[in-house]
């Protein structure tokens, strides 16, 4: 029963949480929605800790799409040893998850110790960080800790198809029974980030300025072109 | 030929007095929030100084504006790649040290201390941390009537690359007024750095915009401009900036900063130009042609091909006569009285500046016995130094400022002539012909500059409302309204779309 709560209900009600409040405040707290930068209160903190922290993120994500949505027989079939690539994940996944750690560290003592970052932050900001140093530890304590002294867990064959089965409505919780605990702690604490990322500053993961580098410099806007738009 | 009709300003900086009026009045308007205490979308600076925020005209440190790349017009502080790369952290970007921490003093303090043998003080109080401050150290206009001297002039950028040197002993020293708000480019730097296109530019009358609901604060848009005119709210995270006053500008009001100028040294007027012509122009080689290649995008009012193509382009009748007597287009293109500042920039500003005249420096000792002509060598020995005015409104080209200097000390010699005689040797003299101006020109410029009526220092069409559908609806709504968004449901979702057909239905 607590293998249902933890690895079907839980999951897809934080995921829901996220949707729907990123939805609500997209329609209706759009004004909110910005990537909170303090450089203008400080830079010298930021300029090493913002970069290492946000780098390793986006590595660290493209690392948990290599191991949790690529299946297991794509690396057999390319003939990637299963030593070969958890040779690769221990190390590359390690640089990345210390980056994170500290980075986030580093932004973290920035926080608490420059004057008008901490009284400007509020408690959504100081819950955000944490909750993701939280996440990154732990992922970074397995990466490089757990993996090297206890044993190489083969998260391929249980995590990644469990997370996979979710996107098909047919959750294969009993996969997750007999997954190490500190993978578990590192999953349920990542799921329960997602539902809090609509109340945080972390919206900011969903505007990547993608269209950016294809749009003409210059923007004009009409009031009359506006209406034709019917916007 | 894209014709665009744009709002501008020009201000003549020798009637400025330095006394602030412009810089408060906007700030009561629109920066009184927290988080935009320390921006002043209007502030002025003595000159030479190192201005608000401390050497913005430093390009090399904060990267504003264009530059020239192997021949193409480039971001000078990077593409959208790099600035995709830089995000995260971006090294050019100005931060509060460089404007100032903004204060407060505790005024209760004065009222509610308990008596004592001392007076009460009220003490600063930061207004970002809310804690008391040691001490202010540096203020929009801290340097103030060149308060600091001689420790604080060589800041200026302008200073730092003058051949000459700036004397400081206080009688030989200069000193002028630059007010300044955003330029409304016509090649904006900040809208081309915005990675979220929030900044844009009105097709109407080319105000330059921040749409709040797109800004996501990613910050390249505060160090794009050149003139950092573009504050960061640290409060909201979002961009803010001079909106030239439009809700007074849509309803024919000058903007708040020009209505209050005690010393009328404002005008705002229409100018038509060229869109298709604006990048081009601001690509040529070399920066000192700048000048001339701005001047060459702006279109004659009274030329009926320019008005028929202008009505084509959707400019109405009330626009082109506004047109003819702006203002703005006499001074800058057609008296060529009216300089840009920094052209060297590219982003084709539309504030442009009469260069102040000044004191003749040891020449002259007794005006009343020089000649007609003794003015022109004159113009060389203001006290202002040439080449420092060169230096902000013309990129170095002396002859530029030069030239517009000898015109306005024509002016200055026949408008005194008809008062104590001499405007027969004037027309004869090779001051009129070297300043290329007439006595009827004169006497229109000294009406203009002079005299200056508030209606013909604002000639400023009302915004246009006949494409509204419903203008029973529109009596007494914001008008915001169908530019920005509504309030609540974001209309991606569909709510305005709905409420237009309601309208076409009904």
Redesign the interface.
Known sequence: MTGIFWWVIFPYITVTIMILGLLYR???R??????????????KW??FG??L???GIIFAFIGHVMGMVIPIEFYHALGISDHAYHFGAIYGGGLVGLMVVAGVVILLIRKITI??VR??ATFSDFFAVLAVLFVAATGTYMTIIYNTTVVEYEYRLTIGPWFRSLFMFQPRYDLMENVPMIFKIHVIAAFALFASIPFTKLV?IF?I?I???T?P???????????RQ?? | MRIKAQVAMVMHLDKCIGCHTCSVTCKNTWTNRPGTEYMWFNNVETRPGPGYPKRWEDTDRYKGGWELNNGKLKLRAGGPISKLANIFYNPNMAEMEDFYEPWTYDYDHLIHSPKSDHLPVARPKSQVTGKYMDKPEWGSNWDDDLAGGSEIVPLDPNVEKMQEHIKMEYEKTFMMYLPRICEHCLNPSCVASCPSGALYKRDEDGIVLVDHDACRGWRFCQNGCPYHKVYYNWNTHKAEKCNFCYPRTEAGLPTICSETCVGRIRYIGVVLYDADKVKEAASVEDPQDLYEAQLSCFLDPFDPKVQSEAREAGINDAWLEAAKESPVYKMAMKWKIALPLHPEYRTMPMVWYVPPLSPIMNHITNEDELNTDGYIPAVDQMRIPVEYLASILAADDKEVVRKVLLKLSAMRVYMRGKTVGGVDEFKQSELVKQANTSPEEIEEMARLLGIAKYDERYVIPTGRREMDDDLHYKQGTCSLEDLAPQEGLHPTFGYMKAREKNYESG
Do not use: M, V
Request: proline share 12%; no cysteine.
């Open positions: 997209y329609a209706f759009q004004l909110t929605w910005a990537a909170p930068s303090t450089e203008f209160l400080e830079k930021l300029r913002s970069p922290f946000h780098w004057d008008p009284i400007k900011h505007s300025p269209k950016y580098p749009r410099p210059q923007q004009y806007r009409s009031r009359s072109n506006y209406k019917g916007l």
